[in-house]
């Protein structure tokens, strides 16, 4: 093999190793796992400049909601199985199950809410899927009594439906560990006449953070006081039992 053809391999094989590289650091790896439970309420605000105008049943039928519930019933890979419960104050409620992948963003069905665990900033949400979205800032908020880590995604978007032409504005949290959402307002707004529909989504419940978590950094000086406190306590002890045997 002559020395052009050696070249021409090794940038080959480089060029080959790059791209490799490129796709494994691209994975996105869900952060929620099999029994996980999040809870939600959601609820929904309607406005409009037209007198006559009457808010749309489904929106009346959203704010009648008691919750609702996601439970992680399967992961593998990059695919999340859901299934999801919606209960209203009546007692009746409506069931899903479904699967969203979290490297293409494609969904079927169930919850779709859900991204990789630990993204950072200016990341992909789904690097293998149509769309660009990133996470715009990561931010520290308090989430059931605790501070967490959340990404925080804002989007504007365009489009139409049986209401007309609209612009949207979503304000996206989700967790950054987990992935999963803890607030959203999406606010569609209508033009001729003018109506805002906005939905509303929080966390309320869930069995991955029940008690804040604690800081890290507290740990240690913490536990050189206990040991220290320990310590006094252990030579105040020897110390009164030194004086006992004394003779007066």
């Known amino acids: 093999m002559n020395k052009r053809a050696c070249i021409t391999t090794f940038l080959a094989a480089l060029l080959c190793l790059t791209a490799i590289g490129s796709v494994w650091a691209q994975t996105r790896i869900p952060g929620v796992y099999q ?75 169930g919850f779709w809410a859900i991204v990789a665990g ?45 209401g007309g032409d609209y612009i949207e504005h979503v304000d996206y949290y989700f967790d950054k560990q987990t992935g999963m959402l803890v607030q959203l307002s999406d606010a569609k707004v209508y033009s001729n006449p003018t109506v805002t529909i906005t939905r509303l989504w929080k966390i309320k419940e869930s069995n991955v953070w029940v008690v804040p978590e604690f800081p890290s950094v507290l740990i240690l000086p913490l536990l050189m006081a206990i040991i220290m406190m320990m310590a006094i306590v252990y030579k105040k002890k020897n110390a009164s039992i030194a004086k006992t045997l004394i003779p007066s």
Do not use: K
Not at 80 to 91: E, L
Not at 120 to 146: C, F, K
């Open 35 to 109: 029994g996980n439970t999040f809870t939600y309420d959601v609820s929904a605000v309607w406005s409009s400049t037209d007198p006559s105008a009457v808010v749309p049943a489904e929106l009346l039928s959203i704010n009648q909601t008691e919750y609702y519930r996601v439970t992680i019933a399967a992961v593998s890979g990059a695919e999340i199985t859901t299934q999801t419960v919606w209960h209203f104050y009546n007692g009746t409620e409506t069931t899903s199950i479904g699967t969203i992948n979290v490297e293409t963003g494609v969904t079927n069905g």
């Open 118 to 162: 630990n993204l950072g900033v200016n990341d992909r949400l789904h690097p293998s899927g149509p769309n660009y979205i990133t996470v715009n800032a990561t931010v520290m908020r308090e989430y059931l009594g605790g501070s967490r880590e959340t990404n925080h995604l804002i989007l504007t978007l365009e489009g139409s439906d049986s």
